[in-house]
């Protein structure tokens, strides 16, 4: 279904009917059922949540290769994606995560201790690594972004650096789906295999949503607040490009691909795609010739 019809206007409860797994974002945002026929827009600002970051964040679930532009990202509110953001990693730890673990004790029950020993491992080394990869945003990203709309940083943090070391958390989640599928015991519940692979389905569709928002909501519009002025005016066209976007500026140049610069930099392709429209969006130059003519001019690369 394309988000892009989405409208303020429109009755909530329609909204939900058209994709029920867009009741996890309103129950992030902090909104509930019992709407009645009230309007997104209504039910929104009745509960205080501004109704463009909503509707953008549904926008990324209902699609793959959504990537909003500038203008969109400036009439959200940052502080309702991080609400979202923080609900969403209480949701994954206390519930999602909790019941896939109680799920594959079940599932493993007439396994062998070695098969039960491995997967155990392996499940706990992944939450681990989750938990590590949210308390690294809880403690440091989220705090520096709540800084940024105070107008009160004292450190020399970048969301850059956020966007460089933004770990994936979904490879191991995938592995652990094709080890159930492939390489478990013929003894094991099919039934209980069936549940255990649709909840690491679910959480695994989830979590891609999750690094969407964050990679091409949070970030772009965290490096759009850096690159304000000191009167808290918007870089105009022609202005300075981030450090990013120089790096992303110059390996378009040098031929790679958004999957190649992804790769390179450790960042999805959501963010990659951002970037080039901030870049186009700056510079006034769309193609790849001219951004290359551009990078040789300013000495971003070597002819």
């Known amino acids: 279904m394309n988000g892009d019809i989405l409208t303020a206007g429109m009755k909530m409860a329609d909204l939900m009917n058209r994709d029920f797994t867009l009741s996890g974002v309103l129950e992030r945002m902090g909104l509930s ?14 509960a205080g949540v501004n109704t463009d970051t909503f509707l953008l964040i549904c926008r990324v679930y209902l699609s793959e290769d959504y990537a909003p532009s500038r203008d969109v990202l400036e009439h959200i509110d940052l502080r309702d994606v991080l609400r979202y953001l923080r609900l969403s990693h209480t949701y994954y730890e206390g519930f999602a995560v909790k019941n896939l673990s109680e799920s594959l004790d079940a599932l493993m029950a007439p396994c062998g201790d070695t098969h039960k020993m491995i997967i155990a491992r392996f499940f706990s080394d992944y939450t681990q690594e989750l938990s590590r990869h949210f308390e690294y945003e809880e403690t440091v990203v989220f705090p520096y972004v709540e800084a940024m709309l105070d107008k009160d940083v004292k450190d020399d943090f970048s969301i850059g650096q956020y966007e460089r070391h933004h770990t994936d958390v979904q490879e191991k989640l995938d592995d652990l789906k094709k080890l159930i599928m492939t390489y478990l015991p013929r003894q094991c519940d099919r039934r ?7 909840e690491i389905f679910a ?14 909501i949070l970030s772009p519009a965290v490096n759009h607040l850096e ?16 450090s990013r976007e120089t790096e992303i500026l110059a390996a378009v140049a040098q031929g790679l691909l958004n999957k190649e610069i992804a790769s390179k930099y ?38």
């Open 192 to 198: 209980l295999m069936h549940g255990v692979l649709s």
């Open 33 to 46: 059922f019992g709407f009645g026929d009230e309007t997104v827009g209504e039910v929104c600002s009745r």
């Open 203 to 216: 959480l695994e569709t989830d979590l891609r949503k999750h690094t969407m928002i964050e990679d091409g």
């Open 227 to 242: 690159d304000l002025g000191e009167g808290g005016e918007a870089v105009a066209p022609g202005d300075k490009l981030s």
């Open 266 to 303: 450790n960042i999805s392709i959501h963010t990659v795609i951002a970037h080039r429209k901030n870049i186009a969006r700056k510079t006034g130059i769309k193609t790849i010739a001219g951004l290359t003519a551009y990078a040789i001019w300013n000495n971003l690369i070597e002819m």
